[in-house]
């Protein structure tokens, strides 16, 4: 993607443990938060990212229509 760490476009809400999320909650606090993200931002694309245990991951990426 070519960001750098300091990128503002990267994780710009913080993450979800930081929040007090309930356990399991991460995938959910992430999709909503980057929803909201587009509308307000007006961009196309989100993408999420989340570790999923036992060293697997997965990404979701969003497209506002």
Same mark, same amino acid.
């Given at each position: 993607l070519k960001l750098s760490?300091?990128?503002g476009r990267v994780n710009p809400n913080g993450g979800a443990i930081? %929040? /007090?999320?309930p356990l /399991?909650?991460? /995938?959910a606090r992430l999709a909503l938060t980057?929803?909201?993200? %587009?509308q307000l931002s007006?961009?196309?694309?989100a993408l999420c990212t989340m570790c999923i245990g036992v060293g697997q991951g997965i990404s979701m990426l969003i497209e506002r229509v």
């Open positions: 760490d300091d990128d930081a %929040l /007090g999320h /399991g909650m991460s /995938g980057a929803m909201r993200e %587009l007006k961009e196309r694309f």
